[in-house]
C-alpha cells in the first residue's frame, strides 16, 4: 500500500477539488477495505486460532505442578505468538505512519502540494481532509496576504509623498535660508555656513533616496523594465556594484501586483549582494519564459552558508506567492547565489 506525496501544481493558486486522493489502478476490494478494527480483530483471531491449532495437534502436554520442560515450551510459544502479532499489528498501521511523515514534509510555501495516498479507508479520509485543510490554509494565506501587502505598499506610498513633499521641502527652505544667512554674515563664518549648506543637502538626498526605497516613482510612472534600469544604476552608484542588466524590451502583461512584487524582489536581492556576497559583480535579467516572466539575479559573491533563510528571502518567497509565483534560490560557496523569480503571466 504505497503512499507519496503528489508532485506541487506548476506554481499556481487554483484551488485543488475537494477530493484529490486518487486510487490506485492496483488497490483491489478486500481486506485493505476494512476498518482497522477489524483489521486488528482478524490479526490477533488468525495468531490465536493457529496457536490454538498448534497446541491441540502438537504433543506437547501441560500438568499441576507445570514440569520445566512445558514452561520453555510455554515461554517459546508465547515469545513467538507476541513477535508474530507485533510485526502484523505494525504492517496494519504502516500506512498511518507513513502519511503522518508526508504530512511533515508538506511546506506551506510551495503551493499545491496534495497528499496522493492509498491504503485502508482511514487513511484515504484522513488525506482528504488535510488535502481539504491545506487548500482552506492557501487560500486563506493568500487572501489576507494580499491584502496585508497592499495595505503595506499603500503605507510605504503615503510616507514616501510625505517624505518627499513635506520633509523634503522643509530641507530645501532651511538650505535657501542658510544661503541668505550667508550672504549677510561675516565673512569669517563662510567656512560654517558652506558646511551647514552641505549637511544640509546631504540630508536632503537622503530623504529622497528613502522616498524612492519607499515607493518607486519609476514604477509608477514609466513601468516596470524603466524601474528595473533605475534600481540597476542607484545600487551601482551607492554600493559599487557592476550590475550587467539584461531586461527584454517587452513583456506579456502580468498585472500592477505582480510588477511591485518583481521589483521588490530584484530590489531586496540587490541589498543582499551589496550586504552579504563581498562581490562587484552581479547580473539582472527578466525575460519571458514560456507562460511565465522570470527575473534573475545572479551574484559571484561567496554564496549562501546554509544557515536557516533570513527574513529576506522569506519575504520574496511570501511575496511571490500572493501572485501564484515562485522563488527559487541556488547557492554553492565561493561560486555565488542564484535567485529566480517565476510569475505567471497575467491571462487578461
Given at each position: 500500500m504505497p503512499l507519496r506525496l503528489a508532485p506541487p501544481q506548476a506554481d499556481r493558486f487554483t484551488s485543488p477539488p475537494r477530493n484529490s486522493l486518487r486510487r490506485s489502478s492496483s488497490e483491489r476490494p478486500g481486506a485493505a477495505s476494512l476498518p482497522f478494527v477489524w483489521r486488528i480483530f482478524l490479526v490477533n483471531a488468525v495468531l490465536l486460532v493457529g496457536a490454538t491449532v498448534a497446541l491441540a495437534l502438537s504433543p506437547a502436554t501441560v500438568g499441576f505442578p507445570i514440569a520445566p520442560p512445558e514452561a520453555i515450551v510455554l515461554t517459546v510459544g508465547l515469545i513467538a505468538t507476541l513477535l508474530a502479532n507485533l510485526l502484523l499489528v505494525r504492517r496494519s498501521f504502516m500506512p498511518l505512519e507513513r502519511l503522518t511523515r508526508l504530512m511533515r514534509n508538506v511546506d506551506l510555501l510551495s503551493p499545491g502540494q496534495r497528499l496522493d495516498v492509498t491504503g485502508p479507508q482511514e487513511v484515504r479520509e484522513l488525506g482528504a481532509v488535510f488535502n481539504e485543510m491545506?487548500?482552506?490554509?492557501?487560500?486563506?494565506?493568500?487572501?489576507?496576504?494580499?491584502?496585508?501587502?497592499?495595505?503595506?505598499?499603500?503605507?510605504?506610498?503615503?510616507?514616501?509623498?510625505?517624505?518627499?513633499?513635506?520633509?523634503?521641502?522643509?530641507?530645501?527652505?532651511?538650505?535657501?535660508?542658510?544661503?541668505?544667512?550667508?550672504?549677510?554674515?561675516?565673512?569669517?563664518?563662510?567656512?560654517?555656513?558652506?558646511?551647514?549648506?552641505?549637511?544640509?543637502?546631504?540630508?536632503?538626498?537622503?530623504?529622497?533616496?528613502?522616498?524612492?526605497?519607499?515607493?518607486?516613482?519609476?514604477?509608477?510612472?514609466?513601468?516596470?523594465?524603466?524601474?528595473?534600469?533605475?534600481?540597476?544604476?542607484?545600487?551601482?552608484?551607492?554600493?559599487?556594484?557592476?550590475?550587467?542588466?539584461?531586461?527584454?524590451?517587452?513583456?506579456?502583461?502580468?498585472?500592477?501586483?505582480?510588477?511591485?512584487?518583481?521589483?521588490?524582489?530584484?530590489?531586496?536581492?540587490?541589498?543582499?549582494?551589496?550586504?552579504?556576497?563581498?562581490?562587484?559583480?552581479?547580473?539582472?535579467?527578466?525575460?519571458?519564459?514560456?507562460?511565465?516572466?522570470?527575473?534573475?539575479?545572479?551574484?559571484?559573491?561567496?554564496?549562501?552558508?546554509?544557515?536557516?533563510?533570513?527574513?529576506?528571502?522569506r519575504g520574496m518567497r511570501e511575496r511571490a506567492l500572493l501572485i501564484g509565483g515562485s522563488v527559487t534560490i541556488v547557492s554553492a560557496p565561493n561560486v555565488g547565489t542564484k535567485v529566480t523569480l517565476a510569475v505567471p503571466v497575467n491571462p487578461d
Open positions: 491545506l487548500a482552506r490554509l492557501e487560500q486563506e494565506r493568500r487572501e489576507s496576504g494580499t491584502d496585508a501587502l497592499r495595505a503595506q505598499e499603500d503605507e510605504r506610498k503615503r510616507v514616501a509623498q510625505e517624505l518627499h513633499d513635506e520633509v523634503g521641502q522643509a530641507l530645501t527652505a532651511v538650505m535657501l535660508q542658510i544661503g541668505r544667512l550667508a550672504k549677510k554674515g561675516p565673512p569669517e563664518l563662510n567656512d560654517e555656513f558652506g558646511e551647514a549648506l552641505e549637511t544640509t543637502r546631504a540630508s536632503l538626498e537622503d530623504v529622497r533616496r528613502i522616498a524612492k526605497q519607499l515607493r518607486p516613482e519609476a514604477l509608477d510612472d514609466l513601468g516596470l523594465i524603466p524601474a528595473l534600469n533605475a534600481l540597476a544604476a542607484a545600487f551601482a552608484d551607492r554600493a559599487g556594484l557592476r550590475i550587467r542588466p539584461r531586461l527584454a524590451e517587452s513583456l506579456p502583461p502580468i498585472g500592477v501586483d505582480a510588477e511591485l512584487v518583481v521589483f521588490r524582489v530584484a530590489q531586496e536581492s540587490l541589498t543582499n549582494v551589496a550586504r552579504h556576497a563581498q562581490t562587484s559583480r552581479v547580473d539582472l535579467s527578466l525575460e519571458g519564459v514560456g507562460s511565465d516572466v522570470v527575473l534573475c539575479v545572479r551574484d559571484y559573491g561567496r554564496g549562501l552558508d546554509g544557515s536557516t533563510p533570513g527574513g529576506g528571502i
